[in-house]
């Protein structure tokens, strides 16, 4: 998850996978089935958050 770039003013949390929560101290690779966890402190990033979120599981 260290790879992924976001905008300033967002942050991974971590992510979901199945049952498990795992946090970014974790660094766990993101999988096809992970439900990414990030926050944006700027409501107006979010398309952009969207977007980089987005290109992330495309390289998946």
């Known amino acids: 998850m260290s790879a992924v770039q976001l905008p300033e ?5 971590g992510l ?3 049952d498990q929560l795992f946090s970014l ?5 993101i999988a096809e ?3 990414v966890i990030a926050i ?5 990033l979010l ?8 290109q ?3 390289q998946i």
């Open 9 to 13: 003013q967002c942050y991974l949390l």
């Open 16 to 18: 979901v996978r199945g």
């Open 25 to 29: 101290s974790d660094d766990p690779e």
């Open 33 to 35: 089935q992970d439900w």
């Open 40 to 44: 944006t402190l700027n409501e107006m």
């Open 47 to 54: 398309p952009e958050l969207k977007v980089c979120l987005q």
């Open 56 to 58: 992330s599981s495309s």
